[in-house]
């Protein structure tokens, strides 16, 4: 294991794509007709999910402050973001594309020349907005591909208490007014500024791990604003950002006291995470409910089934796309 491993990220890692695989899983399944419990595709479970979105973004953010702060290289960094998100994404795409739009001449309507903003993984981000070729990695890859063009100037940021308190006070405003602002026919989580407060937060986040330290104590005050989910003037986004760092915090420190015997399989599973989120949705409507229909299977027990068939098709395209992210490193 690497000296400096943290098991506790990759504890918030899983434990993001958990209730993000469960919601997809429930609401897919309601739509194909099946009886459904609406605790799992209601209000409450949407909240779990939200959290779950929120500790993604905040352990990107965390993650690359401990990676980059204080020896950052902008084409090193480039590089290493090409090379960690697009193979994969490429070779799940272009997959999807060779069988829908090229064998079977799918979307023939569709301009040809709108594969652009699949080339640049932008295409599902770009969807409610404009026709695109989009197939998987959903709102959350064009996301976070945009934040990692604005991490340098967050990082820049952490270098001076006078920026950081700047920074702070204009993610605080974003977070309250974006959703009360955001144009329509964007969903205000589903756009680079409505979760650019949850990255900032866990840019610094990253600066307290690369020195050891926890948060202060007031964070746990947080907490505090839990009555205000049943508030509808107050964005919900916002409180749950707020819940979402303070177990940020609660995850991790329980992550760090698993046994050392667990990491390396931990480390194994978080590593195809990213996979997971590629391919989860594509297997669940195209092949796994349809074929759990047909079969009459029992709904709740084919779930730890498709999480495992997930993981596996995901350790199988993150280990086809290495060589190419090892390519791309090598001409950086």
């Known amino acids: ?101 090229v064998l079977h001449g799918n979307n023939a309507e569709i301009p040809r020349w709108r594969v652009v903003f699949s080339l640049f993984g932008v295409d599902g981000y770009l969807s409610p907005v404009t026709v695109t070729f989009y197939k998987i ?6 996301v976070i591909l945009i934040l990692y063009l604005v991490f340098p100037l967050l990082l820049w940021c952490m ?9 702070a006070v204009c993610m605080a405003a974003l977070a309250l007014l974006w959703p009360l602002v955001c144009p329509a026919p964007w969903e205000a989580g589903h756009t680079v500024l409505g979760r650019l407060p949850a990255f900032a937060l866990g840019v610094w986040f990253g600066t307290l791990l690369k020195k050891d330290r926890l948060p202060p104590k007031c964070l746990l005050a947080g907490l505090a604003v839990f009555p205000l989910l049943w508030v509808p003037a107050v964005p919900r986004l916002a409180v749950l950002l707020v819940l979402a760092a303070v177990l940020f915090w609660v995850v991790y420190l329980a992550g760090q006291r698993l046994p050392a015997a667990l990491c390396p399989a931990l480390r194994r599973l978080a590593g195809w995470c990213y996979g997971v989120y590629l391919v989860h949705h594509v297997l669940l409507t195209l092949v796994y409910l349809p074929l759990v229909q047909r079969l009459a299977l029992p709904l709740a027990a084919m779930f730890p089934v498709y999480l495992v068939i997930s993981f596996v098709l995901a350790a199988a395209l993150m280990a086809i796309s290495a060589p190419i992210s090892k390519a791309i490193k090598k001409i950086a």
Not at 137 to 142: D, N, Q
């Open 137 to 142: 990695g959903e709102w959350f890859l064009g």
């Open 1 to 101: 294991m690497p000296k400096n491993y943290r098991p506790g990220l990759d504890v918030i890692r899983l434990a993001a794509l958990l209730p993000v695989l469960c919601y997809h899983y429930c609401i897919e399944a309601a739509r194909f007709g099946f009886a459904v419990p609406t605790a799992f595709i209601g209000r409450g479970m949407a909240d779990w999910v939200e959290l779950g979105l929120a500790w993604f973004f905040l352990l990107s953010g965390a993650a690359l402050c401990l990676q980059w702060q204080g020896r950052f290289a902008l084409r090193r960094y480039l590089a290493g973001r090409a090379a960690a998100t697009y193979p994969a994404f490429w070779l799940g795409f272009g997959a999807l594309f060779l069988y829908g739009e």
């Open 159 to 167: 270098e001076a208490a006078a920026r950081r308190r700047v920074l």
